[in-house]
Structure formats: C-alpha cells, structure tokens
C-alpha cells in the first residue's frame, strides 16, 4: 500500500496523526493549516478572519484549497493541511490544531485515492453538522486501486472538483450563487494555457521519451504525449518506500547511461540515496533535469504551478535547459 497510508491516534483532548512515516528520508513537523491566498484569487479575502459570513474550507493540499479560494472569493476563508513543498508530505504529522481546522469546516476538499486518508479519519473523528467533503477520487469516479493517487496532475481533475466546489459553496449561500459560478467560468478558462501548452507539446514532441522517480507528473506527461520509459513497478516502489527490484534498477540505469531518455523528472519531495543515484546518474550522462512537486510551490496558483511544470519540460526538450526548481 502506499506510503500515504496513516495512522491516526486520539487521545483525550489531544489528537495526533501520523502519516506512514515508515522508510521516509525526510521529516515533516506538525504544522498550523495554512491559509490559502491564491495571486489569481478574486480577492484577497482567504486571509481574513474577520468576518463570521465566511464559509470555512479545509483543503487537504493546497493545491485544492487554492482553487477553493479562487472559487469562493471574499466569501470564504480558505486553509490547507499540507502546503509545505520543501519537505516529504508521506511524512505529515497533524497538530491538534489541524483537527480543529477539520472539525469546524463547512466544506472539505480532498484528494483520495489513500494519499490523505488521515483526512478521513480526523473527519470521521469530529463529525461536523451539515458539512460537505468532496474527495477528488470520487468525483472522477476512480476505484481504490487506482494506481496513481496524484490526481491533481491530470488536467480532468481541478475543472471537475471545481465544478464540485462551486456547487458546494453556492448550497451554502445560495444568495451569492452566482458570484461562485461567474469565478468557477473564470477558473476554468483560466486553466485554457495549460491545456494548450500540453497540445503544443504532444504536437511538437509526439513520443518523446523520459525517465522519472514516481507517477507524480505521470496524468500531465501522458496527456502531453509523452512516453515514460521508467516502469511503473520501480516508481510504485518508489512511491510505496519499498526497493525496486534488481531488474527494474538496471532497467532505470541503462536509461540514463545509455542516453535513451530527453528528460528526467525528478520528484523535490521525496528523496532518498535511490533517487539520489538516479539525479547523478542523469546529470553525468547529460539528461536536462525537471524537478516536479506534490504540493503547490510558493509563489504559484493552482494554473500557473501546472503551466509552469509544462513549460520546464519543454525547454529541456528543446533546449537541454534543466529546471530543477520552480
């Protein structure tokens, strides 16, 4: 199972979780939810607390609670559990208050497919009244197998899950319904750049090859046509924090030093001497470097994070241009 998977622990007032810290490299310290502020956001409002007329959103990563912002407006206030990107979300641990956050939450956002479980056990641990969860894995109507959790990637996801949001929102102050579905259209067209930068892509570099460390990017990467030569085995290694098997390595190194690969798409969360080898081994045979993430960087929204990560791997195509961080 992934690595995702965690485990949540009550006690008494205090209430801990703890997400699969098993084999992880690196530490995740409990942290406050963070409030979102998309740039794009029609106001500035995600930050204010002052006011009770607020809808009160949880977004497990912030990636959806960005776009919840962006939806809501002034008429929400928007936070997000994990939004650090520097360190390894498959080591999250959960304050106290982050189970306040969840308990007091109008609407919740999540991803599913048992990358936030931990979300699920919080929600079941502090039953709030009327309030509504939209799981991404459900909206898109994926099974508990499916084999790539990081839905956030593909392009179907976010104009669906917003679809999701607005509805939510506007049955919670149905006097500001239109409000919601005017920045839902806004939303949606604003993802237009990424689709287009994916169809130039595919257009322009139909086939291209790569290698990667897990099925991060993996949704954008076929969308843009590209063909991913890593097996799927070693990244679900990867992913699940178990060694890839001795085949599947040799595999992954004749990639790199054979030079059968144009990019390598390299996971900045989650690092370990694996994919440590992996990165040297692409920089010593020339491979351009594209670094992806699982939460959304400083700096960026939702629609420009994902054109961004577009646009890197299509200067290393082109270019040889490594982009190791946004």
């Known amino acids: 199972m992934v690595r995702r998977q965690g485990a949540v622990v009550l006690a008494g007032v205090a209430l801990v979780v703890v997400a699969s810290l098993a084999g992880c490299s690196a530490s995740n310290a409990a942290q406050p939810p963070t409030s979102t502020a998309s740039p794009s956001s029609t106001s500035s409002t995600a930050t204010d607390t002052s006011s009770s007329a607020k809808i009160r959103v949880v977004g497990a990563e912030n990636e959806y609670s960005d776009v919840a912002a962006q939806i809501g407006g002034q008429y929400v206030e928007a936070q997000a559990i994990m939004s650090d990107p520097n360190t390894d979300p498959h080591t999250f641990e959960a304050s106290p208050s982050v189970a306040e956050e969840i308990s007091k939450a109008q609407l919740i956002v999540q991803n599913g497919v048992g990358y936030d479980d931990f979300m699920t056990k919080l929600e079941q641990a502090s039953p709030g009244t009327g ?118 390595s040799a595999a992954q190194d004749a990639l790199f030093t054979g030079r059968q690969v144009k990019v390598f798409l390299y996971n900045q969360q989650v690092t370990d001497s694996t994919t440590a080898r992996y990165l040297s081994l692409a920089k010593a045979n020339g491979i351009p470097v594209v670094g992806v993430y699982e939460t959304m960087p400083s700096g960026y929204d939702y629609q420009r994070w994902m054109l961004a990560e577009v646009k890197a791997l299509d200067s290393a195509i082109s270019s040889g241009t490594s982009t190791e961080h946004l």
């Open 131 to 248: 309030r509504t969860v939209i799981v991404a894995q459900d909206v898109l109507g994926l099974p508990d197998s499916a084999p790539n959790p990081h839905l956030w990637y593909d392009p179907k996801t976010m104009p669906a899950v917003g679809a999701k949001i607005a509805a939510a929102l506007s049955a919670l102050q149905p006097e500001h319904k239109a409000y919601f579905e005017k920045n839902l259209q806004s939303f949606t067209a604003s993802l237009q750049p990424w689709d287009d930068a994916l169809a130039a892509l595919k257009a322009q570099h139909p086939g291209v090859p790569v290698a990667v460390t897990e099925p991060v990017a993996d949704y954008a990467l076929q969308a843009a046509g590209v063909d991913i030569k890593t097996p799927f085995s070693l990244q679900a290694a990867i992913m699940n924090d178990t060694d890839p098997s001795p085949q599947d």
